[in-house]
């Protein structure tokens, strides 16, 4: 790339042909871009969905061929955020999954390599240039494990798309008179995980709300709170000032599933 971003860079080789490699890989990748692909924003994959992938595999596992021919009908693609701080650009087209997988190191994403899967039976087959899969800067290991590492990002991916199109939402109801604050903090918060993000846009987080639906009909004390509200002054020009909300009762509330909203 001629003018490739300072904050992405190509992983480092042991031959040097790897570098020519990664670079025509990456333009490509700015190619797809330029066509505005239906990517959205980059999803944040939280431990509570990841392990319902996991639980969900081996289902899946039997209707690989028709989940990959699916969503290549649909053109699936997105960036997936995973631990370990990596980066998964994925799309499905042409009866094949491609993947871009970067890693995050001292605020640069690194590019680490390009493969192109198809499904051959019910194996998933990676296809990546040779000279790339046996650099062992790049890859450790024996070359079939490798492969098999390869493999499995491959699988990561496609259960990711699974669950997040296919999971049956899970409806909680909460039974009335049900202890609803602890604390003063309200119901609905009391599972909250505090996420630090820090990639510098905006991001989806997808955890267990993504497939409950969660049903409350109690009354739910919340706390008084200070809060930022938009006033408006007299010549017309909108401001923000500091109130506080006095302490009040929140009658129950039902919160779809986030696949619902999505579907809606």
């Known amino acids: 790339m001629k003018q490739s971003p300072k904050k992405m860079v190509l992983s480092s080789v042991q031959n040097p042909i790897n570098s020519v490699i990664l670079n025509n890989a990456l333009s490509e990748l700015d190619n797809i871009r330029k066509k505005s692909p239906d990517w959205g924003l980059p999803e944040l994959l939280m431990p509570s969905f990841e392990e319902v992938m996991y639980k969900s595999h081996k289902s899946f596992e039997k209707i690989m061929p028709q989940l990959i021919e699916d969503f290549c009908d649909k053109e699936e693609c997105g960036i997936l955020l995973c631990k370990g701080n990596v980066t998964i650009v994925y799309g499905f087209g042409g009866h094949r999954l491609h993947i871009w997988y970067f890693t995050e190191e001292n605020g640069k994403s690194i590019f680490n390599f390009y493969t192109c899967n198809e499904c051959v039976g019910d194996q998933i087959k990676v296809g990546i240039i040779s000279s790339l899969i046996v650099d062992d800067v790049l890859f450790s290991g024996t070359l079939e494990d490798r492969h098999l590492a390869l493999g499995l990002v491959a699988n990561f991916v496609i259960s990711y798309v699974a669950v997040k199109r296919y999971v049956k939402v899970e409806t909680i109801i909460i039974p009335q008179g049900r202890f609803t604050a602890i604390e ?51 010549f017309g020009e909108w401001y923000k000032e500091l109130i506080f909300v006095d302490s009040f009762v929140r009658h129950g509330y039902h919160r779809n599933a986030k696949i619902e909203d999505e579907q809606d």
């Open 184 to 234: 003063g903090t309200p119901l609905e918060y009391i599972e909250k995980k505090k996420i630090l993000n820090q990639t510098g846009q905006e991001v989806i987080v997808m955890d267990s709300k993504w497939f409950r639906k969660i049903i409350n009909d109690n009354d739910i004390y919340v706390r008084g709170f200070f809060r930022m509200q938009n006033k408006k002054n007299e």
